[in-house]
């Protein structure tokens, strides 16, 4: 009913830039909170940021003054990534809460996620 397709990774140097997209389509009566996820070799998945429907912006302490979440409509998220660090490389994930014409309640739905790899 509801898809979520991500875009933008790949592989960068240390010290570089690269901005992911997701946008969502499908049966939707409304997008509320958007975000991205992270995993890591070995690690838990984990928030990197997320953002209202209203705007308002929420980051994680490894992110803070690197990266920057945005949206540009209802159901389009970005996440600009400046300086990334080598510890930054994982399997980036984004993340909607929707609610749908057919059930008008809200469930999150995932993307398939993006491999980002920062190394030289």
């Given at each position: 009913q509801v898809q979520l397709?991500?875009?933008g990774g790949g592989l960068v140097q240390p010290g570089g830039s690269l901005?992911?997209?997701c946008g969502a389509s499908g049966s939707i009566f409304r997008v509320n909170a958007m975000g991205w996820y992270r995993q890591g070799p070995?690690?838990?998945r984990e928030l990197v940021a997320s953002i209202s429907?209203?705007?308002?912006?929420n980051y994680a302490d490894f992110v803070k003054g690197r990266f920057t979440i945005s949206r540009d409509n209802t159901v389009t998220?970005?996440?600009q990534m400046n300086s990334l660090k080598p510890e930054d490389t994982a399997v980036y994930y984004c993340?909607?809460?929707v609610a749908t014409w057919s059930s008008g309640i809200?469930?999150?739905y995932w993307g398939q996620?993006?491999?980002v790899t920062v190394s030289s």
């Open positions: 397709v991500e875009s901005r992911l997209s070995g690690n838990q429907s209203g705007g308002s912006t998220v970005y996440l993340k909607a809460n809200e469930s999150a996620g993006t491999q």
